[in-house]
């Protein structure tokens, strides 16, 4: 499960173990093909080729060669672009980009059809093109740490989609296409500019874990009562003063959440009014029968 504090900082546990530990030694060159390809592994039947820390300003021309490559790991370097050559590589099943420089990603990325995670967190992504929504296999897409304002209409195709990380970046409201990511169980939106959330938020009825800490948030509507399943919701540092009636349908939130790695409901850091403040005091069993009462 990826830790709901994490914010995009962290490699989640599922991140690690999509990334082989195996690197080029540092120094060495990389300037041919057999060069790059004897660094090909594989790695649980999977063909892995690692890049990750080797300072690279631009990727090797011949790594466009490798077409067998299926985990690309070309995280913490120094790329400012990403070559329209990436649409080559479509046997791609995990993209790792995160911690460099790119300013965008190219439209060829919608041809990675087979493209299952999508690693981009930490760069300086402004916007994200609508190719990507041509990834229709994509289960795993973080994006935190960037500088992006919205998402286009086109992501609405991310039907597989499952985990999606969009913290820590210039969000003002949540983008119209997440409501047709009907498989999402993981939504991580902190600390970006959101005011309120759409009544449409039901319409994820998978989804187990919602992360809206850091934002501006006034209220949470009622539909958002609707999400039956959710076990984690944090609205923690918002400025909520009151919550739904129809909060005690969330029975699988179990408790009111302190502890950051904690299930349940994190609400507690808000201006809430008297008498939901003092009434939370005695746990979610309280809050839950107060909201009950005719």
């Not at 900082?9 to 057999?34: M, R």
């Not at 913490?76 to 790119?102: A, E, F, P």
């Not at 800490?213 to 539909?223: A, D, M, Q, V």
Request: hydrophobic share 40%.
């Amino acid at each position: 499960m990826t830790s709901q504090t994490d914010m995009g900082v962290k490699q989640s546990k599922e991140e690690v173990q999509y990334v082989d530990k195996k690197s080029p030694a540092e120094g060495e060159t990389l300037s041919s093909l057999d060069r790059i390809r004897k660094h090909v592994t594989i790695h649980f039947g999977y063909s892995v080729l690692n890049l990750s820390m080797r300072g690279l300003s631009e990727a090797p021309e011949e790594l466009w060669d490798l077409l067998e490559v299926e985990k690309l790991n070309l995280s913490l370097n120094r790329l400012c672009t990403l070559s329209s050559d990436i649409g080559l590589l479509q046997n791609l099943v995990v993209l790792n980009l995160w911690g460099n420089k790119l300013a965008s990603l190219p439209p060829e990325i919608g041809l990675l059809r087979n493209l299952r995670v999508l690693f981009a967190y930490h760069n300086n992504l402004t916007t994200v093109p609508e190719e990507l929504g041509s990834c229709t296999n994509l289960e795993v897409l973080n994006l935190a740490g960037n500088e992006i304002t919205g998402l286009p209409h086109s992501l609405a195709g991310l039907v597989s989609l499952k985990k999606l990380n969009l913290s820590h970046n210039f969000i003002s409201y949540i983008p119209g296409c997440i409501y047709s990511m009907k498989s999402l169980v993981f939504l991580q939106l902190a600390c970006n500019r959101l005011e309120n959330i759409a009544d449409q938020i039901q319409a994820l009825s998978n989804l187990r874990i919602l992360i809206l800490e850091g934002n501006c948030i006034h209220s949470l509507p009622r539909t958002l009562c609707f999400l039956t399943s959710l076990e984690l919701l944090n609205v923690d540092f918002n400025d909520i003063q009151n919550v739904p009636r129809e909060l005690h349908l969330l029975t699988k939130l179990e408790r009111v959440a302190c502890h950051p790695l904690d299930k349940g409901l994190h609400i507690m850091h808000n201006p809430l009014l008297k008498p939901i403040k003092e009434i939370l005091d005695g746990g979610l069993e309280a809050l839950y029968n107060y909201l009950k009462s005719p």
